[in-house]
Antibody
Framework: EVQLVESGGGLVQPGGSLRLSCVGSGFTFSSKAMSWVRQVAGKGLEWVSTLSGSGRDTYYADSVQGRFTISRDNFKNVLYLQMNSLRAEDTAIYYC??????????????WGQGALVTVSS | DIQMTQSPSTLSASVGDRVTITCRASQSINSWLAWYQQKPGKAPKLLIYKASSLESGVPSRFSGSGSGTEFTLTISSLQPDDFATYYCQEYKSYSVTFGQGTKLEIK
């Protein structure tokens, strides 16, 4: 059974940093591109970033480019999102999501349960 | 960026009804469209990919159609478990975008 479990969410002040983690199990982690998608409470979904299965190719939304860094450890089956210079508008639930290929094909076949990030003073 | 517009935003229906949700893209996305179902407090769940392909394990009462800029998700006979919010998502561009969602409510 495919499982994705996020951790690392919490309350952080504006300008601060936070690192999210997502542990994958039940599949060959290195064979799938992995992404982060966020959702403001009660609102729609926004794609944030994607990393290919090899870790070689990265993709970012304009809204986080230069502030967020996606990475992965294929030995530990973990996906990371390092978030710096956080803003109030980054407050959201952050979902880890799997793609159906090792390269970025664009759709998400499995999702984690999400990690809440709150940016507030 | 490609913009995705869903209609209606809210839909009230009864168990057994046939319902259709529409999604329009601001430019052609061929068949690079997915549909997701989300229930309160839960993660989205993939229902349909490539506009009309049913994800494994998804009931056959769900179907998708369309290509280019106009797409539909149809539920042939609503079941109590189907009341949720539905999102379309384009994946023609690498910076994928979602529709704003359609909330399916019990009438």
């Amino acid at each position: 059974e495919v499982q994705l479990v996020e951790s690392g969410g919490g309350l952080v002040q504006p300008g601060g940093s936070l690192r999210l983690s997502c542990v994958g199990s039940g599949f060959t982690f290195s064979s799938k591109a992995m992404s982060w998608v966020r959702q403001v409470a009660g609102k729609g979904l926004e794609w944030v970033s994607t990393l290919s299965g090899s870790g070689r190719d990265t993709y970012y939304a304009d809204s986080v480019q230069g502030r967020f860094t996606i990475s992965r450890d294929n030995f530990k089956n973990v996906l990371y999102l390092q978030m710096n210079s956080l803003r109030a508008e980054d407050t959201a639930i952050y979902y880890c999501a799997r793609s159906d290929s090792s390269t970025w094909t664009g759709n998400f076949d499995y999702w984690g349960q999400g990690a809440l990030v709150t940016v507030s003073s | 960026d490609i913009q995705m517009t869903q209609s209606p935003s809210t839909l009230s229906a009864s168990v057994g009804d046939r319902v259709t949700i529409t999604c329009r893209a601001s430019q052609s996305i061929n068949s690079w469209l997915a549909w997701y179902q989300q229930k309160p407090g839960k993660a989205p769940k993939l229902l349909i990919y490539k506009a009309s392909s049913l994800e494994s394990g998804v009931p056959s009462r769900f179907s998708g159609s369309g290509s280019g800029t106009e797409f539909t998700l149809t539920i042939s006979s609503l079941q109590p478990d189907d009341f949720a919010t539905y999102y379309c998502q384009e994946y023609k561009s690498y910076s994928v975008t979602f529709g704003q969602g359609t909330k399916l409510e019990i009438k």
